[in-house]
Antibody, heavy 121, light 110 residues
């Protein structure tokens, strides 16, 4: 079964750090581009970051640039999001999502169940 | 940055047709993808590349894209279609590409 499972969420104080993980199974992880998407409570979807299949190309949303770092370990079938200098507005459910296609403007066909990050003192 | 505009809500009776729009500047030149999200669940891709359906998605879901508006059409609406729907595109117009989501539309089945 094709599956993505996030972990690492929790409660953190403003200014703190957290590292999210996304474990992939059921497909050749190294062949797919991956993304992180978040959703604040009661709000819509917000894209966070993209990483190419090899890890050589990375993009960030302006709201997290300079504070978050996306990475992947294809040998471990895992995607990561290192989050530093966390703010209250980073509070959200964080999803990892697989990108399908080869056009460079592709859809997210597989999503994890999400992991909740709460930034609060 | 690129902006996608969706109506906050759409209501439709069972068996009728729901149309959810997604407006953006010259969106017809982009590939639009649509997601369905039910409460407490992760989003599910229902239409990609404007009008294609992933396997397992009913034929009742269809999409179109032209000019400044993309549309998700749900025919013969069922109670189980009640959910939030989001459109999505890639914006490569600036020097740092990124993904843009619409604000979402809550579909209510009366």
């Amino acid at each position: 079964e094709v599956q993505l499972v996030e972990s690492g969420g929790g409660l953190v104080q403003p200014g703190g750090s957290l590292r999210l993980s996304c474990a992939a199974s059921g497909f050749t992880f190294s062949s797919y581009e991956m993304n992180w998407v978040r959703q604040a409570p009661g709000k819509g979807l917000e894209w966070v970051s993209y990483i190419s299949s090899s890890g050589s190309t990375i993009y960030y949303a302006d709201s997290v640039k300079g504070r978050f770092t996306i990475s992947r370990d294809n040998a471990k079938n895992s995607l990561y999001l290192q989050m530093n200098s966390l703010r209250a507005e980073d509070t959200a459910v964080y999803y990892c999502a697989r990108e399908v296609g080869a056009t460079g403007a592709d859809a997210f066909d597989i999503w994890g169940q999400g992991t909740m990050v709460t930034v609060s003192s | 940055s690129y902006v996608l505009t969706q109506p906050p809500s759409v209501s439709v009776a069972p068996g009728q047709t729901a149309r959810i729009t997604c407006g953006g500047n010259n969106i017809g030149s982009k590939s639009v993808h649509w997601y369905q999200q039910k409460p407490g669940q992760a989003p599910v891709l229902v239409v990609y590349d404007d009008s294609d359906r992933p396997s397992g998605i009913p034929e009742r879901f269809s999409g179109s894209n032209s000019g400044n508006t993309a549309t998700l059409t749900i025919s013969r609406v069922e109670a189980g279609d009640e959910a939030d729907y989001y459109c999505q595109v890639w914006d490569s117009s600036s020097d740092h590409p990124g993904v843009v989501f619409g604000g979402g539309t809550k579909l209510t089945v009366l």
